[in-house]
Structures are given as structure tokens and as C-alpha cells.
């Protein structure tokens, strides 16, 4: 029986999520399996990925085959290096502290190259966000210099209608005390 570790898929339409599954080779894609060791969500940003690492390793030992994806999920986890280092030790090229001591330092590398990617994405979003509240800004400016224009020119409008009005009732209403006062002089 060829025993692999392969993605069993999950999830609904266009929302994919994968279960990490070991399984014999001939059973369908998300049919029976062995062991489930995990699960891989690619649709986040970056993918998550949450493994059982010494049940990953323990079937990688007994000769398990990962397929392509599931090859590189568990090299960026780490398994397969941390395999080679066992592999490493058992033929005697170091000893088992310094396998450790590798993988420790590969682990720290790995996990500072996730959180600048994390701190990049996270940066590029409120970047992002700031752009589009300046670029709101810069609209909402617009608008209301243009509202104001459109009410300067409304007032402007109004005062000049009422203008002409206040000017032509000023010459009657002097007119009118100027024909009292020469009726007066009349009688």
C-alpha cells in the first residue's frame, strides 16, 4: 500500500480550505484517509497552516510521500529539514544537539521572514486606507468649494434682485416727502 500525504478539500464554492491528510494512494481526493494532520487555508493572506509536526515527521519516517503542495507546506513548517537533520544524525555527520541547534536557527529565520511579510501587508493595507481618506478629503474639499461658490453666487444673486428693488423705492419714498413738502409750500 503507497501511503501519501496529500489535501483533502474542504470548504464550499470559491471558499477552499484543505485538510493536511495522510492517505492511500488509490483512495479518492476527499474520500477515506488514515490520519488527518492538519489543515491548510490558502485564501488568507499569507496562507495558514496549522500542522501536527511530530505526526507529520513520524509519517515522512515511515515513507510516506507528500505530494507537490504538501511538499512545500512542509518545508516552509520546517518537517522535511527537520527529517534531514534526523537523517543527518543517524548516519553520524553531527550529532543530535547540533541538529537542533540548526532547526532552532532555521525556525527563527523562518518565523521573522512570516512577520515581515505580516508587518509588510499590514502597512501596505493602511497605506492603502490612508490614500483613499486623502483622496476623500480632496472630493469632499471640492464639494464644498463648489457649494460655497454655487451659494456665494445665490446670495450675490439675491442681494443684486433686491438691490434695484431698495434703489427704486428710495427715489419714490424721497419723492413722496419732496411732494408733501412742495404741497405744503403750495397752501
Not at 534526523?86 to 512577520?115: C, H, M, P, Q
Not at 424721497?174 to 397752501?187: F, R, S, V
Request: aromatic fraction near 4%.
Amino acid at each position: 500500500m503507497a501511503v501519501r500525504i496529500r489535501l483533502a478539500r474542504k470548504g464550499r464554492k470559491k471558499k477552499a480550505f484543505f485538510h493536511v491528510v495522510v492517505a492511500d494512494s488509490r483512495s479518492p481526493r476527499d474520500g477515506r484517509y488514515i490520519e488527518k494532520i492538519g489543515v491548510y487555508n490558502p485564501i488568507t493572506n499569507p496562507a495558514t497552516v496549522e500542522l501536527d509536526f511530530d505526526k507529520a515527521l513520524g509519517w515522512l519516517q515511515k515513507g510516506a510521500l507528500p505530494t507537490d503542495t504538501c511538499r512545500e507546506i512542509l518545508s516552509k513548517q520546517g518537517v522535511l529539514l527537520k527529517k534531514h537533520l534526523l537523517e543527518g544524525v543517524k548516519k553520524g555527520a553531527f550529532d543530535e544537539a547540533e541538529a537542533e541547534k540548526r532547526f532552532n536557527e532555521w525556525t527563527s529565520k523562518n518565523e521573522a521572514k512570516v512577520e515581515a511579510k505580516k508587518s509588510g501587508l499590514e502597512k501596505a493595507k493602511d497605506e492603502a486606507i490612508s490614500k483613499q481618506i486623502e483622496s476623500e478629503k480632496k472630493v469632499n474639499q471640492a464639494r464644498a468649494a463648489k457649494l460655497a461658490k454655487k451659494l456665494a453666487e445665490m446670495a450675490a444673486a439675491e442681494a443684486a434682485a433686491n438691490q434695484p428693488a431698495a434703489v427704486e423705492e428710495t427715489p419714490a419714498a424721497e419723492a413722496a416727502p419732496e411732494a408733501g413738502a412742495e404741497e405744503a409750500k403750495a397752501e
